[in-house]
């Protein structure tokens, strides 16, 4: 049985007696603390590096290595949820998860604490493909709005937390704590899992195509290495370990693409584009998550390294902005399924655009209110857009490429926020250098501030021209309905 005759029947799944809500309340907190460990250890890094005695160069690995192989499952995900089961993909997930908390909780040294983030890694790679394709089974097109919403404020609000959460444990226990501080609620979400979660997927067992497998990791691991390595200042990107890693990237996604296009039963169907809402979507989530990637990286590094805030105030700072985000999804989900996407895309982009214009203005003078104001501006802008235009993106597919479709959009977000996090960083070291290059006094404290304030000014810039992209885009956004099949 393959994936065509699977996609047989209606849109979503006749659930008979099984009710929704528990279902969606385990994808919650399976979700939520998984999103969150991404953000969670950020801030440990300074402590990490003295206590484990490592450079800052071998401890972003905890990062890019998460992100690395995220990046590579996820593509993966489309084939596995076709051969496993709902409960198996995600239980699976959140014992993976489990395991690699408490692998980092006890790892004596750095190799076993990348283990473990590498575990943890895996869970979250599986757990956002099975989180949207259960919610496109489970709920009719005219629904998604709200669930989606709800997914959203897992997926914006753990992360934003997830500062503040740390350096509030840091300011008191050792950095074990944040892992050990979750594992209960892990393990929660598995017993919880166990009893409400039930099976609305179908099982079809398609042909695992292996050099698809191979290209892919190769693809997407390549690019994402490649960008990554270039963003951790490894020589910048003349260096060979980014242009022979983007170099093996560029080319295996190509024959990848190539392979799932001329293949019968492809591990990534690349025929989703053929709707061009769902086009439209990828695109614009890909810009809009450059532009959020440039506020999200240089803001922390803006306030601690040139006005010399704590992490912990930072994560203050930072915190009304991601609650606003979260708490709105659900909002912005339910005005979607009402009024559709133009209503919240369109006047989303546009105050995106302003906000990042005043990033633009923003100096070693800026008040603290005044920062908290045009973050919190950012995210609610976000979450008008993210959620609506992804939910409207994904409602034209037909029921067959679900398990393409969000692999496709969570493969890619993974892709452009690694290239985010690099491309910004670039941006962001050329402004200060080109600063300090016409200073007088280089080394003292006030030209570093000044130089940081003049790289994250060009950061800025850059991510202004990503959100007028975006605003254009948004203007040719329409509200889609499910194909009849």
Known sequence: MNTATAAAGPQYKDLGDIKRLPILISLVIGAFFSILNETLLNIA????????????????????????????LIPVSALLVQWFTTRQMFLGAMVLFA??????????????????????????????????NTILILYPPEKRGAAMGSMGLVIMFAPAIGPTLAGLILDSMSWRWLFFMVLPFAIFAIVFAAIYLKNVSEVTKPKVDVLSIILS????????????????????????????SLTVGIISLLLFIWRQLVSKEPMLDMR????????????????????????????????????????????????PGGALNGLLSPVTGKLFD???????????????????????????????????????????????????????????????????????????QQVSGAIGVAFFISIMSSGQRDYLAGSSNPNAPAEMAGALNAGVHSAFSVGLVFAVVGLILSLFIKRTSAPQE
């Open 272 to 319: 989703a584009f053929k709707s061009p809402m769902f086009s439209l979507t990828t695109v614009m989530l890909i810009i809009v998550m450059m532009s959020l990637f440039s506020t999200m990286l240089l803001l922390p590094l803006f306030l601690q390294g040139a006005l010399l805030m704590t992490a912990f105030t930072a994560g203050l700072i930072l915190l």
């Open 217 to 244: 990791t190769l693809g997407f691991g390549g690019i994402v290495f490649g960008f990554s390595s270039a963003g951790e200042g490894h020589g910048g990107w003349s260096s060979p370990q980014v242009y022979l």
């Open 338 to 412: 009402k009024f559709g996407p133009r209503a919240l895309v369109i006047p989303g982009s546009a105050i995106l655009v302003v906000v990042m214009w005043l990033f633009t203005r923003i100096s070693l003078d800026t008040s603290t209110g005044t920062l908290i104001a045009l973050h919190s501006a950012m995210m609610i802008a976000i979450s008008m857009i993210m959620m609506p235009a992804q939910t409207n993106g994904l409602n034209q597919l037909p029921r067959k490429y679900y398990p393409h479709g969000t692999a496709i959009l969570n493969t890619l």
């Open 99 to 132: 395991l690699g908390t408490l692998v980092c909780g006890i790892a004596p040294g750095f190799p076993v604490l990348l283990i473990g983030r590498l575990i943890q890694a895996f869970s979250t790679g599986l757990m956002l493909p099975v989180m949207m």
């Open 45 to 72: 890094f300074r402590d990490l590096m003295i206590e484990l005695q490592v450079t800052a160069s071998t401890i972003q690995w905890l990062s890019t290595g998460y992100l690395l192989v995220v990046g590579i």
